[in-house]
């Protein structure tokens, strides 16, 4: 059974918070990766940024969704998610764009586990964490050579 250990990348290119927005999707783009996961100062892992992340700054602003009952407006959109995606939208650096708190496998995890979170929520970067520590990352990329490589 082929796991994460067997097919992540060991070599991070990690972000922080502070990081701005114009230097984090340099990274990115010059590392031809997807995704980084962003650590504090301790190295502990706090979120993940994406490409798809830097992309929403270009997303129009999110307009809320009402209905009228009774003479009454009743927002239909949560408020969290219109401050969301605000928020990412006006967004200066990783910590203000990043997704918080990510999902994470650990370097056990079966690849058809990891194949089911890419698919199933969207995913294309996951990072491995062992015993709280920081350890390791997939992208999408690394699942496809396992492909090509059975």
């Known amino acids: 059974m082929i796991k994460a250990k067997d097919i992540m990348t060991t070599k991070l290119i990690t972000l922080t918070s502070k990081t701005g927005f114009t230097k984090a999707a340099k ?10 996961p ?9 979120g993940v940024l994406c490409q798809s992340d830097l992309v929403a700054q270009h997303k129009r602003p999110p307009v809320p969704t009402l209905i009228t009952l009774l003479d009454s407006y009743i927002q239909i959109t949560s408020t969290k ?8 939208i006006a967004a200066l650096t990783v ?7 990510p999902v994470t496998v650990n ?9 089911g979170l890419m698919v ?6 996951l990072p491995v964490v062992d015993d709280g520590r920081l350890v390791g990352i997939i992208g999408k990329e690394d699942v ?3 492909l090509l490589n059975s």
């Open 27 to 36: 990274i990115l783009l010059d590392n031809n990766i997807n995704g980084a």
């Open 38 to 46: 962003v650590v504090d100062d301790q190295g502990k892992l706090i």
């Open 81 to 88: 998610h219109l401050e969301k995606d605000a928020r990412k």
């Open 95 to 101: 910590g203000e764009a990043m997704t918080e708190n």
């Open 107 to 115: 370097s056990e995890s079966a690849i058809e586990k990891i194949a």
């Open 120 to 125: 199933d929520k969207g995913f294309h970067t």
């Open 144 to 146: 496809l050579r396992t």
